[in-house]
């Protein structure tokens, strides 16, 4: 288990954009932060030796490194092509996080696409079981992470996540997104109450131990009646509200990853972390 609240950029630091991935993780470290988000969204690109290297230096400068699969995986699909290219997406993100050492590899589950909310995790569930059979098979070390998803018109809302993770508890666990999760929910979260709730919901479905290192993104969010439209940078709206959930993280010593995915990547990671410090 680890026991270390930890804050880090969704994908290679501004500061180094154009740099190689080890150099990254390096920066990382040197500015302060312990957690690194290696981005796959657009596919999985990465060359071994670049992984190891950075999977080195991530061991060395104690950095936990996750990665986040391609946007383009859909699990609820019914049309066998498109399961088939989930599948592919999934467990190349899973070798590559491999490679680097990772811990988890985040994926959003999917859309309904007009199908009822039964089908779609039916669907999800026999797509995710024969990727967890490679998984057995190739004996990988990286955990799939599940994220609550931002629309309603995506799976993935808290309840459906969960029940996921219940499913299958050895290799998928949650990743929980509060900008995505207040967004889906017309800007659900406003007290720290409503940041309890999400927590008691995961302690009662999954057990404690759930809360122990979970994954977690935040970023402050614009949202529609359709949910999620984009990230914005922290300050800008205070939705989610972040400071009280940096009052509750340091009220109950949980020891989460913190991701962020605002537009400043490691600029709003340091604020994040600097007004846990200054609670």
Same mark, same amino acid.
Request: net charge neutral; proline share 5%; hydrophobic share 35%.
């Given at each position: ?8 950029? *969704? ?42 290297? *950075? ?23 019914? #049309? ?8 592919? &997406? ?6 590559? *996080? ?25 669907? *999800? ?41 219940? &499913? ?17 929910? &017309? ?59 940096? #009052? ?17 990547? #490691? ?13």
């Amino acid at each position: 288990m680890d026991n270390k609240l930890r804050f880090g950029p *969704a994908g290679m630091p501004l500061a180094l954009k154009g740099k190689r991935l080890a150099e990254g993780v390096m920066y990382t470290s040197e500015i302060g932060l312990s957690a690194f988000e290696v981005e796959f969204v657009r596919g999985v690109r990465i060359r071994k030796d670049d992984a190891i290297e *950075a999977g080195k230096i991530a061991k060395e400068k104690d950095i936990i490194l996750s990665c986040h699969g391609p946007y383009f995986i859909n699990c609820c699909s019914p #049309e066998k092509e498109k399961q088939a290219t989930s599948k592919r &997406n999934l467990l190349e993100a899973l070798r590559a *996080a491999d490679l680097l050492g990772a811990k988890i590899v985040v994926f959003h589950p999917g859309f309904y696409q007009g199908q009822s909310p039964e089908i779609a995790r039916d669907n *999800a569930f026999k797509l995710l079981s024969d990727v967890i059979e490679t998984m057995k098979k190739e004996k990988i070390n990286a955990v799939l992470g599940c994220e609550t998803t931002g629309k309603p018109s995506q799976y993935g809302g808290l309840d459906e996540n969960l029940e996921m993770c219940k &499913n299958f508890p050895k290799h998928i666990k949650p990743v929980i997104d509060f900008g995505h999760i207040s967004s889906r929910e &017309n800007g659900k979260i406003k007290t720290i109450k409503d940041y309890e709730e999400i927590f008691k919901k995961i302690k009662d479905i999954l057990g404690k131990e759930a809360l122990e290192g979970l994954h977690c993104h935040f970023s402050e969010q614009e949202f529609t009646e359709k949910g999620e439209k984009r990230h914005v940078p922290l300050g800008t709206n205070n939705h989610p509200p972040f400071k009280l959930l940096a #009052e509750l993280i340091k009220k109950n010593h949980y020891h989460f990853t913190i991701i962020c995915e605002s537009p400043f990547l #490691e600029e709003d990671a340091l604020k994040m972390l600097n007004i846990v410090k200054e609670i």
